[in-house]
């Protein structure tokens, strides 16, 4: 007996989401519409973040250029397994911007091409222009090609957001008031200091809570590529993205694909929910911290016999210790990865050192902390950055290619 993922209700909650936001096709072009540079620059600069991105805008006129590095050392691409560069932690514009100050002033360090964000969309992240100006930065003036968001279950939002959502739906959502306006989605199973890093359980129908936030996100400032943490929210996720092509998903390691069972498992879920011109909203797999070289193998050969639409798979190469091991490197298996000719991912949740707010705790401090904090974290990611361009760097010495962030080639 085959059993539906999603019942019929659940369906008509979804629907009738998306339909409360104007339908799909509304959906996908205002998010679209949103994307362009001018549009976000007019938009953060009214809301004083003018002066940030124009100093952005400058500092990039100092980044290293690819074309540069292999005219320099004489490479040549000989060997199939394309490798694609990815750091993780820019939380917020003051610590984005920071980075690419740090970026510029070295002047050696070709920047990675997709950037992921942990931080909650809170109503003042969402709709003070401080998402509004990372991703102007990320996306339009880094050109990179993805800039994950996160929409944490654990974040406060005006109560009248939750009782909207129930209204439309239909369904019900177990929370409690925090005081100011503000409620909260209970979680029973905390597992971390953060609260199952804020998202990871998600329990009966929270996962509307999850698709409202990244549509309030997407329509506000173009946002268009979510980290997805849990099993019920990316069935969810590749129902609601079926006829929004503008909107897909990442896979977080925390879902524990650690093993091809498991990827099989997530392989059933993207066929149950193709598109109608057969691609998926799903962009992304981040195979699990656990699994080897060859279990990353046989993931990628799988998903390329199955007929499926091609996904990226990713592997961190370094994470901090509340991530798992201290010490974890997963470079050497990288490079039996790419010397098998498959494509893949290097993520950087680490630059592998020890430092002040490589830890999850600079997933979870507030808005106003991130932006005290901003110096020390985006510390962080420039030594990630760093990191990543080393580890690049030697796998193209190696012959194969790697891809970084437009700006870090000529135009």
Known sequence: MHFKLLSNKDMQAIDALIDAYGGAKVIHDKVTAMRDYDTRKRLAGN??????????????????????????????????????????GFQGAKVTADCIRRVAEN????????????????????????????LAMAENILQASKFCSTNLLSTPLPEERFAKVEKITGEKFDRRDIGDGLS?????????????????????NNHLVYLDGITRAALETGANFFLNPSWSTIVAACYYGRHIPAISFKISMLLSTQNAIQFRMLMNIVKEYLRDDGTTPLYEINIGNAASAETFIQCAHELKESGLPNISLTAHLRINPDLGMEGFDWTENAHKVLDAGVDMTIKYESDGESRPYDTMEAYFLSDEERDEKAELIGDVIYHKCIRCDKDAKEIMRRGHKALFAGISYKS
Do not use: R, W
């Open 47 to 88: 809301k004083g973040y003018g002066d940030m991105l124009e100093q952005a805008e400058t500092h990039v006129k100092q980044f290293a250029k690819v074309e540069d590095f292999i005219e320099k050392e004489g490479i040549t691409f000989t060997k199939p397994g394309v490798c694609t560069t990815q750091v993780s």
């Open 107 to 134: 002047g050696d360090v070709l920047f990675p091409t997709e950037m992921i964000s942990v931080v909650a969309l809170t109503d003042h992240y969402v709709y003070s222009g401080d998402l509004l100006a990372t």
């Open 184 to 204: 909260q989605l209970i979680l029973k199973n905390m597992g971390t200091p953060f609260g199952n890093l804020g998202g990871v359980e998600v329990g009966d």
